[in-house]
């Protein structure tokens, strides 16, 4: 029986670090606080799906039969209504949540119930709470209860023409509604760490699925307001963009067996000027690209690892363990 091909980020030891948050009020949180877009190009380099939740109808060369299909949506186009595939924003956003808890001394965001009993009490892991005043670098940026978020994502809309009919094994999750496995334990029954799917490459046979095919390539664009300059290198530093950490994202279904990876380069920063004295149009638009940008995001970077809001450590292992290189690793053996 094979495994899914995993690693576990372990918890830094650490308490989660938290101090004060902007509230929805506030514009400009910090001195010379950054508000504006930083543009992306993407490009998917093992297939991707963002699964709708609707089953229907597909073929794969002469076979016929009911698939998963990927999310789609049908937009006014000149009047007609056209369909499109859908990228939610919101599915990067808690993909870029979940890279920033596991970096930087963050609470779990999204935390079943029944798992809280593995967690170490004294790393103050749980959510940050209605009313502390208090919260940790990721609720900071992508909010929590009483906190707006200053990170948003966009939707990516693409035509339908990047899809494919793909197959996969079946699918499982882990102990199935059973606690965590052993395996993911260490001393006192407490939780390691997190858990990453590994790059590799496809396994197929099984059930179908529709995807956005391999070599696709889009924008993705990601505004941001009041952020302090440290916060937005956690930003890049979660996004896989820096040299010396670079790593690809995985995203979507089947990232056990291969799927999902995506290949993040920037594009451009705009950066406006100071919201709270000129207003929302800020006082006007900076624009930040080529070797001007590459310095600007890796000095953020540099900023955010000294003053503590990136844990160095773990930015290593997530940037040495889903390197580029690593994307033709052997596939999952089957059955796992």
């Known amino acids: 029986m094979g495994e899914k091909p995993y690693f576990i980020l372990p918890f830094p030891g650490k308490a989660v670090k938290r101090g004060a948050g902007a509230g929805h009020y506030s514009l400009n949180p910090v001195p010379d606080a950054l508000s504006g877009r930083l543009v992306l190009k993407a490009k998917v380099l093992r297939p991707l799906s963002v699964y709708g939740g609707i089953n229907g109808p597909v073929r794969?060369?002469?076979?016929?039969?009911?698939?998963?299909l990927q999310l789609t949506c049908y937009r006014n186009q000149k009047g007609k209504a056209v369909e499109r595939v859908v990228l939610p924003g919101s599915s990067f956003k808690g993909l870029l949540r979940t890279v920033v808890e596991s970096i930087s001394l963050s609470c779990l965001g999204a935390l079943k119930p029944a798992l809280r009993n593995y967690l170490d009490p004294q790393l103050e892991l749980?959510?940050?709470?209605?009313?502390?005043?208090?919260?940790c670098p990721a609720c900071r940026l992508f909010g929590t209860q009483d906190y707006a978020a200053r990170v948003q994502v966009r939707d990516v809309f693409l035509?339908?023409?990047?899809?494919?009919?793909k197959s996969t094994p079946p699918l499982w999750a882990p102990a199935r509604g059973r606690g965590l496995p052993q395996v993911y334990l260490a001393n006192r029954n407490r939780a390691k760490g997190r858990k990453f799917y590994l790059h590799s490459q496809v396994t197929g046979a099984g059930e179908y699925r529709t995807a956005i095919k391999e070599g696709t390539g889009f924008t993705l664009e990601i505004y941001f307001y009041g952020l302090s300059r440290p916060e937005l290198g956690l930003l890049a530093a979660a996004l896989g963009v820096h040299p010396r950490y670079r790593f690809l994202l995985k995203m979507g279904a089947a990232k056990?067996?291969?799927?999902?990876?995506?290949?993040?380069?920037?594009?451009r920063l705009e950066l406006c000027g100071n919201v709270a004295e000129s207003g929302r149009m800020g006082a006007g638009l900076r624009e930040v690209t080529g070797p001007a940008l590459e310095g600007f995001l890796q000095e953020a970077v540099a900023g955010a690892l000294d003053g503590g809001l990136i844990e160095e450590a773990s930015l290593e292992k997530l940037s040495r363990d889903l390197a580029p290189g690593t994307l033709n690793s052997p596939p999952v053996s089957l059955p796992y």
């Open 60 to 68: 794969a060369g002469q076979r016929e039969g009911i698939g998963l």
């Open 256 to 267: 056990p067996v291969g799927w999902g990876a995506i290949e993040l380069s920037p594009e």
């Open 126 to 135: 749980l959510r940050c709470r209605e009313g502390e005043r208090r919260v």
């Open 159 to 165: 035509d339908p023409a990047v899809l494919a009919v």
